[in-house]
């Protein structure tokens, strides 16, 4: 889980970074399919909720448009 985190405040810089730099579209790839394939709930549910505070998080500054794209029909119901 720790790991999780440490790579979504690396994404939250990144993201920081681009728009120092000016960047107009950033697409960020958080989660392949194949992950959803685990069959351990111990260990998608948590790298889930990280993305899920993610998303929240870059959402709530306002400073970007965030626009999920892919099979969000895959993902699993709260």
């Avoid at 985190?5 to 194949?34: H, K, N, P, Y």
């Amino acid at each position: 889980m720790a790991g999780y985190r440490a790579g979504a405040a690396r994404l939250m810089e990144f993201v920081e970074w681009c728009d120092d730099a000016e960047l107009q579209v950033v697409t960020l790839w958080v989660l392949s399919t194949d992950n959803l394939n685990r069959s351990d709930d111990d260990e998608l549910l948590p790298l889930l909720d990280v993305i899920d505070q993610l998303v929240t998080d870059l959402a709530s500054t306002r400073r970007w448009r965030v626009q999920a794209v892919g099979a969000l029909e895959l993902l699993p119901r709260p």
